[in-house]
């Protein structure tokens, strides 16, 4: 865990592995498997212990609460300056207020107030519009978090779970017009969702954003301990509660798990350090955002870095999980343009040292 990665094209350093808080606190959304600040310090602390520094969290989650428990933990384990705490905001925190929503700078700019006032610090390491509201122009958006860095209320600003145009779009402007760039995007990734390849990852590499994985074990189906059943799924956790989140489960996850799980038997590992391990040393990817539910959990997770995924297991691993990327997407593959856009040559045909020089959030091209 003692390896950090620059965060996109910044000089921020953050952890492979970063600390997911959305069940900290029992009140509003997420609180049906939210954890109790008592039941939350240990997986803090582990966390620390272990030398993570990305703290993940938003205005929204269990009403406030995660931020006020991460407040206080923060402050008892009197680690404010060497974490990278970040935070979001879009989703409603008044339903009867108009603009206690969305992208808007009257939003936005309380939005960071009041998560400064619930988290106990005056500044941000990095701040995140955490979903497009699909209404606020994105220029407006940009100039917002470009004055809270230069207010000193946040250090960085990023996106989460904007459409790759719009994140494009936002990073453009702001490098045309020497605002604080997009240094990260937030988004699902794991073996049972790889939806972000068709756009986000060429994006990330190619505007200096490095990519954040949200629910790298599909919180929590990739661990194995969920079962299919004739009507649907055994096991206990917060998949198979009342208040379950999330999709569907189709009969592709069951494959992905199956061989998963394989995987993870041939190496002896865990399936969930397998995903995890899997997602971090995706292309582009510079940390993953990990959830627990109690300290073991989070200590085995951790572990999720201490090994390499063989070729060959990495190869099955791929081929179950390959997403449907449908058209035009499927023109984009090296098969496909050897045969039409440079035929006899290949993509493969460039001299070794010609690559352009991407930086995939890992490490800063040398050459
Ligand atoms: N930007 C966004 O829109 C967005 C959206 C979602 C999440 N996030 C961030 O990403 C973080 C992580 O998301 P996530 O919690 O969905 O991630 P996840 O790592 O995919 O799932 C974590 C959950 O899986 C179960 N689990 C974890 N390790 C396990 C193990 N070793 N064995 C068995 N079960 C295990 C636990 O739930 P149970 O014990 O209840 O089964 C745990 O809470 C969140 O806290 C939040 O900070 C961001």
Do not use: C
């Not at 603009?99 to 939003?107: C, D, E, L, P, V």
């Not at 605002?179 to 995007?185: F, G, R, S």
């Not at 998949?239 to 993870?264: F, H, K, M, Q, Y």
């Not at 390959?322 to 493969?348: K, N, R």
């Amino acid at each position: 865990m003692n390896q950090y990665y620059l965060l996109g094209r910044s000089g921020l350093r953050v952890s492979r592995l970063a600390l997911g808080t959305m069940n900290f606190g029992v009140d509003g959304f997420h609180a049906a498997y939210g954890r109790t600040e008592e039941e939350a310090e240990p997986i803090f602390r582990r966390y620390l212990e272990a030398g993570g520094n990305l703290i993940d969290t938003a205005d929204f989650y269990t009403a406030g609460e995660s931020e006020r428990i991460l407040g206080r933990l923060i402050d008892r384990a009197g680690a404010r300056d060497r974490l990278v705490l970040t935070s979001k905001a879009t989703n409603t925190t008044d339903p009867t207020d108009p603009n206690a929503s969305g992208n808007g700078r009257k939003h936005i700019v309380r939005a960071v107030e009041a998560s400064l006032r619930r988290l106990g610090t005056d500044y941000l390491d990095l701040h995140l519009l955490h979903t497009w509201d699909r209404i606020t122009p994105v220029e407006e958006v940009v100039h917002t978090l470009d004055d809270l860095v230069r207010a000193g209320k946040i250090r960085y600003a990023g996106l989460s779970d904007v459409p790759a145009w719009y994140a494009a779009r936002a990073q453009s402007y702001a490098e045309a017009h020497g605002l604080a760039p997009m240094i990260t995007v937030q988004l699902p990734y794991s073996l049972v969702t790889r939806d972000i390849e068709a756009e986000y990852v060429s994006m990330a590499q190619t505007l200096g954003m490095g990519l954040t994985a949200w629910s790298p074990i599909g919180g929590g189906l990739l661990s194995g301990k969920y079962r299919r059943t004739g009507e649907g799924m055994s096991g206990t956790g917060r998949l198979t509660s009342p208040d379950a989140p999330g999709r569907e489960i189709n009969p592709r996850d069951w494959r992905v798990i199956e061989v998963l799980e394989g995987v993870a038997a041939d190496l002896g590992r865990s399936m969930a350090q397998v995903a995890i391990n899997w997602v971090a040393t995706q292309p582009a990817v510079a940390s993953v955002v990990i959830g627990a539910s109690n300290p073991e959990q989070l200590d085995s997770n951790l572990g999720a870095l201490d090994f390499e995924i063989p070729a060959d297991a990495r190869r099955r691993l791929d081929e179950a999980s390959a997403p449907q990327l449908g058209m035009p997407y499927g023109m984009f593959t090296p098969q496909y343009q050897s045969w039409v856009v440079s035929p006899g040559l290949g993509i493969g045909d460039k001299p070794a040292g010609y690559a352009p020089p991407v930086f995939n959030g890992a490490t800063r091209p040398t050459g």
